[in-house]
């Protein structure tokens, strides 16, 4: 990566004390550290329960992007790092035994659906080797900290955006630190030893994301042997102006990639890894219209083929004639409810005019449309769901990503959900969604509605039906969708035969 000098960047204007970490962690990132094998920090990726959505199946097994991130900083501090992916191979068994041998640091994320192989695996590493600093991180432990820390073998959590409070956080321990003297370190849960978890002071989210370092996703054991990731997921951005009282946005405050590093991390992808197909997981992609029309330009350059995510305020017909011709297959709108009604009591902020008009706008430029619909969403009724019935049958909208409503922590939904009783105790809860496929008609319901279960799952099972049919009839015309891309997992595979051999 290039080193842009740090006035160029016009980074630390205001000499805060964060900023004096996020100049840590950029001088980390243009000038790393060798490896340093008395440093071991063993990273392990639990595996999923999840049933792919049909055109983002590789999201499953392709390298997570929070995990590449904070392997590849405490890469650059010298660290030596392995990462040991569930989802590829191994057990947590064997996981426990390996993090127990290399000793210093394990560093596990936290899913949605994670929770047990969390619990199970500190457990066994505890029981094994009681010195190993066990430090948790990503969207769940964020939203319900004290909780998971409270029920879990852990020592500390990087709450929200993690690479500035890891850059700190190390470089405390490195230094000889204890866990009781760390309260003055922002962003972290501290779980002391008698118990006490101790919340630190928020830690301010990073002001110029080109400090973070590009990816290494080398680290993963199935890119080691198998350079090759044809269909990958790329954030240019973090953060959403959304507030939407069904979602948690981990990483809330809205910040740009510049366009030069966008650039640079499209071509080491395609350089290094053969990337032909990117997912924008930006969750709002156009949010900056004139930064969106230079990416796409990046695109075009690279020739990649590629999708996104966006909100259907933030469309316009020239941006959607440029985008097409700059490779974008589909975009991926949340569209949620067809109903005013409900689109307003969950400060979804749009209207279903808006709604209307984007999709128009993108099928008339030749873009796929993919909806993601909620169903069961407080003040859903038979009504409303016969609007969003006429809506995917309507237009040739394919329905990709239909979801029971799920109240996740952190948000308002899940404030709703514990006063009513729907959830009653939060990791009992945080368990059973664990066994819940996501794309299935048949995962447990929390209803918020006065429909019967029954009629939701019936709503659902509609859509996915309609979904299914699109999906084929795409496949018969889309040249595209035909030869790409349901190459399922190919790295595991390899990986499997190699480990045969
Ligand atoms: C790509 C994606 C997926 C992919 C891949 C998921 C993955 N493993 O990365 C797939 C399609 C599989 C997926 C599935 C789901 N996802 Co998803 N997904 C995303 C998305 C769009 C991008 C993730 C990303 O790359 N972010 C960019 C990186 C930089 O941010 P980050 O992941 O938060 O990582 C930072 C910190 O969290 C932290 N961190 C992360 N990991 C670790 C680990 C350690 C050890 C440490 C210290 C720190 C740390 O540091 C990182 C760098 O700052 C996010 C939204 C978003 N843009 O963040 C939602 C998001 C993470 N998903 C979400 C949800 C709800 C789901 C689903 C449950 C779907 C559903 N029911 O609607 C499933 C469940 C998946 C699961 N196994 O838990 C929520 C999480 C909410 C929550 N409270 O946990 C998010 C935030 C979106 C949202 N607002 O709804 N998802
Ligand atoms: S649903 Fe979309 S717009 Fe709303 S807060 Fe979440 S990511 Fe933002």
Redesign the pocket.
Known sequence: MENPKLSDAKLFTVKDFSSLWEERLYNYTYNPLPSNPNKPFT?VMPS?N?AP?LQ?EF??YTP????S??GTVAQTMGYDVELIDLRMDGTLETAAQRVAERGGVL???T????IPQNMELLELVRKKNKDVVI??????V??LPEPICEALEVDFA?L????IT?VELLEFLDSGGKKENSVHIMGLAIKMNDGRIVKTLPRPQIKTLDSVPIPNLFLYPSIKINPYIPEM?L?TA?GCYGRCTF?????PKMRFKSVKRVDEEIADLVKNYKTEYLYI???TFTADIKRTWHICDVLAKHGLKWSC?TRVEKTDPALLKKMYESGCKEIWYGVESLDQDILNITQKNQTVDQINEAIDMTLDAGITVMANLIVGLPGETQASLEKMFQFVEKAPVIPASI?FL?P???TPIYEEAKRRGIVKNDIEYLISLADRQ?NNVKDEIYNFTELTDQELREAFARLTEIKNRRFEQLRETDHDLKNKLYRTDPQKELLKKVRSS
């Open positions: 990273l999923t999840q959505t983002r999201l499953l997570c992007e929070g995990v991130y904070i560093a596990m994320p899913f949605v659906d994670s430090i948790l991180g990503g969207a769940l964020s939203s990087i929200q955006e993690g690479e890891l997921g954030t973090r979602c948690f946005v981990n990483i997981n930006d969750l995510s979801k799920t996740f922590p952190g996501v």
